[in-house]
């Protein structure tokens, strides 16, 4: 089906919350696409700035990312994660990229406010949807570092400067945790959802039990970004395999079963967020 844009895939997801997942190799953006058509439930497919520096370039993997979204009986986008340079926000859009996070939250409140507004208003010129984040999710050790979490008042004030159409918010979650121990601030996503008249999006939810993410939605988060939790799971498939096989070469056996790997727990977290109905959205569709 044609790519589905990301407001008709957060409509589509409600009353639960809806699942966007990172993708480093072809075999995540297969697996991830396997899983909703499996759920028939929504998904974004997303390409970080890293991913983009690891590959060398944003094209191969985004047109293959297009490519198996179109394809697809699911409902799925594609989007642009973590960008730090309009640069590439740029060359995501002109390869057909609809969604877009411009992540300028390094920066101090004022500068991160005018970079971010500069390139929504590109962005809308040109119907791309755009998320960008205020408040710092960062590593593990600033997740609960004074100051870092996401003020509400300060955040209707961002969305109204900027006119984006999507809030990454810090709420005690971290990138690239392992451990599943992440405790989120439960009220403050309640308090944002009840101001912020766009959907809040969580990232570093690899960390978040799984009872953290379904009260993480159940109090207003609209979008939950998994990464790190897929790769995890793919290493440790492609581990067991060629551990018991020293003469294996074959890169299609060890990485089928780690494509599977990630496939199940994409199902699963589809599945997750699908059973948690929503309370706490004030906000009308996304802009």
């Known amino acids: 089906m044609p790519l ?24 995540h953006a297969e697996a991830i696409a396997a899983a909703a058509e499996a759920t028939k439930r929504p998904v974004v497919l997303q390409i970080s700035e890293n991913t983009v520096r690891y590959h060398g370039a944003l094209a191969p993997l985004a047109l293959a990312c297009l490519r198996i ?42 500068d991160n406010l005018a970079a971010t507004a500069e390139v929504a208003r590109w962005c809308r010129d040109r119907g791309v949807f755009v998320e960008a984040e ?32 999507a809030l990454a918010v810090a709420v005690g979650s971290a990138h690239a945790m392992h451990a599943r121990t992440a405790e989120l601030d ?3 996503i309640a308090r944002l959802a009840a101001k912020v008249p766009v959907p809040l999006v969580l990232h ?6 799984d009872a953290g993410l379904r009260a993480a939605v159940e109090h207003g988060m609209t979008k939950v970004n998994i990464a790190t939790r897929l790769n995890v799971l793919m290493t440790e498939a492609v581990r067991a395999v060629v551990t018991g096989d020293a003469g294996l070469s074959d890169p299609r056996k060890y990485l089928a079963p780690g494509r599977a790997a990630v496939r ?22 996304p802009r």
Not at 141 to 163: I, L, N, S, Y
């Open 4 to 27: 589905t844009p990301v407001p008709d895939l957060i409509a589509a997801a409600r009353p639960g919350g809806l699942g966007a997942f990172n993708v480093i190799a072809l075999e």
């Open 69 to 110: 979204a179109a394809d697809s009986s699911a409902p799925i986008a594609v989007h642009l994660d973590h960008a730090t340079s309009s640069e590439l926000v740029t060359a995501a859009v002109e390869l057909g990229i609809r969604s877009v996070m411009y992540d300028a939250s390094a920066l101090g409140y004022a």
């Open 134 to 165: 205020l408040g710092e999710v960062g590593g593990k050790d600033g997740a609960h570092a004074p100051g870092v979490r996401t003020d509400p008042d300060e955040a209707v004030e961002f969305v109204a400067a900027t006119g984006v159409d």
């Open 186 to 188: 439960l009220e403050l």
């Open 204 to 209: 570093g939810s690899s960390g978040v039990p």
């Open 264 to 285: 199940a727990e994409v199902e699963r977290f589809l599945h997750l967020f699908a059973d948690q109905p929503c309370r706490a959205h004030r906000h009308g569709p």
